[in-house]
T-cell receptor, first 114, second 113 residues
Framework: DAGVIQSPRHEVTEMGQEVTLRCKPISGHNSLFWYRQTMMRGLELLIYFNNNVPIDDSGMPEDRFSAKMPNASFSTLKIQPSEPRDSAVYFC????????????FGPGTRLTVT | AQSVTQLGSHVSVSEGALVLLRCNYSSSVPPYLFWYVQYPNQGLQLLLKYTTGATLVKGINGFEAEFKKSETSFHLTKPSAHMSDAAEYFCAVSEGSSYKLIFGSGTRLLVRP
């Protein structure tokens, strides 16, 4: 199994530009999570989907952030317009069905907004 | 509401010494508990988990953790630290039907030669 795949691994962009992060969950998993990790705030859950439906987006910082999951094998996290304070590592994780299941994390996308 | 507290943002041990990373949780229902490890520039990797049954859980790389309901704790231990164990460790809790994990703030383990 290839695990959770994220792209790009690194992204450097200028303030005001649109950024799109991509995630392919593990095949057969039906829950997908987007996290952000910074030194100051640690690991934060932004949004999660179950069966492609957004369940909880209370962690999305503001309207500049949006996430979609058009099918079971693909999700995007978009920031438009990007700001320097969005610089962080963004992780995607997926989980199979059943109670007590662990989440499997991707390698992350390191975003730098200048 | 669920929460996780990891005591000590940094723990330093000598190679070969006991590793003890502390985790306490609060939960209104029987919890599912997890320990993850994050090596530099990598994602989080599951070390071990407790769902039900035996309270002493063994994980990868020689780590184990014990669920103590009376103390609401799930401390992570390893008898003998290796240099390769240097990483950040996260404790997490999940309740019942919720798919969310609540993470602690992490403990960075330093291993001295």
């Amino acid at each position: 199994d290839a695990g959770v795949i994220q792209s790009p691994r690194h992204e450097v962009t200028e303030m005001g530009q649109e950024v799109t992060l991509r995630c392919k969950p593990i095949s057969g998993h039906n829950s997908l999570f987007w996290y952000r990790q910074t030194m100051m705030r640690g690991l934060e859950l932004l949004i999660y989907f179950n069966n492609n439906v957004p369940i909880d987006d209370s962690g999305m910082p503001e309207d500049r952030f949006s996430a979609k999951m058009p099918n079971a094998s693909f999700s995007t996290l978009k920031i438009q317009p990007s700001e320097p304070r969005d610089s962080a590592v963004y992780f995607c994780a997926s989980r199979g069905q059943g109670l007590g299941g662990e989440q499997y994390f991707g390698p992350g996308t390191r975003l730098t907004v200048t | 509401a669920q929460s996780v507290t990891q005591l000590g943002s940094h723990v330093s041990v000598s190679e070969g010494a006991l590793v003890l990373l502390r985790c306490n949780y609060s939960s209104s229902v029987p919890p599912y508990l997890f320990w993850y490890v994050q090596y530099p520039n990598q994602g989080l990797q599951l070390l071990l988990k407790y769902t039900t049954g035996a309270t002493l859980v063994k994980g990868i790389n020689g780590f184990e953790a014990e669920f103590k309901k009376s103390e609401t704790s799930f401390h992570l231990t390893k008898p003998s630290a290796h240099m390769s164990d240097a990483a950040e460790y996260f404790c997490a809790v999940s309740e019942g039907s919720s798919y969310k994990l609540i993470f602690g703030s992490g403990t960075r383990l330093l291993v001295r030669p």
